[in-house]
């Protein structure tokens, strides 16, 4: 005769369960995150998408931003959480431009997305558990040469500690005035600013010398605090042109997606 086997504890019974179900959302938080990286190399709209399907349509019906950290109706932004990196965040408008090279960006009543983006830093800190200085967190957007994505979106991150111990040297230039440099082997231009509004937005200091969509589009820019304290320092503007002599599409390598700064503080 066969001895039967005895049932198992419910409390067993329930641990198992538990553990079958952390398993499958652990499963479930990979998969959505490895198809929404896939997607972003197959579809440049990947990024529109998230913002016009499912975080405004939320924010609209329940109050709540989505797949987004927010959304901000008034100022028509989101703020993304990257799934490169540990701390690094977009800002992504709300209304349908492309990126560096779209006249909106330059439009009289253009919403001012850099200091927004600026102002958002704190979703950094927040992700790596530090408050860090304003010259250890960057914001920069792409040339489209450079993008994977046609949906403009400002990076908001760490930036990589010798990049920031290399501009250091302009931290008392005379503002409204570029100094050249070469950074990580690339030529950039550097500014220093006292605001990143109105006419110092740096899509607008950019454009003064790059004055149409040709133009603009061989353009990448870096802003990052010209010391630990913006408000008091002011800001750097680190801008190359693709077609520049060593020059460059991107300044994205300047920051840093580890976030690095944090873990020596």
């Known amino acids: 005769m066969t001895t039967p086997t005895p049932a198992r504890p419910a409390q067993s019974r329930r641990k198992s369960f538990h553990s079958i179900a952390r398993f499958a959302a652990a499963v479930t938080v990979v998969f959505t995150a490895t198809a929404c990286a896939r997607l972003a190399t197959v579809d440049s709209n990947a990024l529109w998408k998230i ?15 989505g797949q987004c950290t927010v959304v901000d109706l008034d100022k028509r932004y989101v703020i993304l959480k990257d799934i490169v990196g540990r701390s690094q965040h977009l800002l992504i408008p709300t209304d349908r431009i492309t990126g560096i090279e779209s006249p909106l960006v330059l439009a009289p009543r253009a919403q001012d997305y850099w200091v927004d983006a600026w102002d958002s830093r704190h979703y950094v800190e927040n992700a790596v558990k530090r408050t860090l200085p304003d010259n250890q967190l960057g914001l920069e957007i792409n040339s489209p040469y450079r993008r994977s994505q046609n949906q403009l979106h ?8 010798d990049i920031s111990e ?24 550097v500014m220093r600013v006292t605001s990143l ?16 969509t040709v133009a603009m ?13 913006a ?5 750097l503007i680190v801008n190359s042109d693709i077609d520049l002599k060593n020059g460059s599409g991107t300044a994205e390598g300047l920051l840093d997606h580890a976030c690095r700064v944090a873990d020596a503080q």
Request: charged residues 25%; proline residues 7%.
């Open 154 to 161: 400002i990076h908001i991150d760490c930036m990589r500690a």
């Open 217 to 229: 589009s061989r353009q990448t820019i870096l802003v990052t605090g010209a010391g630990p304290s």
């Open 231 to 235: 408000s008091e320092d002011g800001w």
């Open 51 to 65: 913002v016009d399907i499912r975080c405004v349509p939320s924010q609209q019906s329940t109050g709540t931003p």
């Open 197 to 212: 509004a109105d006419a110092s937005n740096p899509f607008r200091i950019v454009a003064r010398d790059n004055p149409d």
């Open 166 to 189: 290399a501009l250091a040297r302009h931290a008392k230039d005379t503002p409204d005035k570029w100094r050249w440099d070469t950074l990580d082997g690339n030529r950039y231009r």
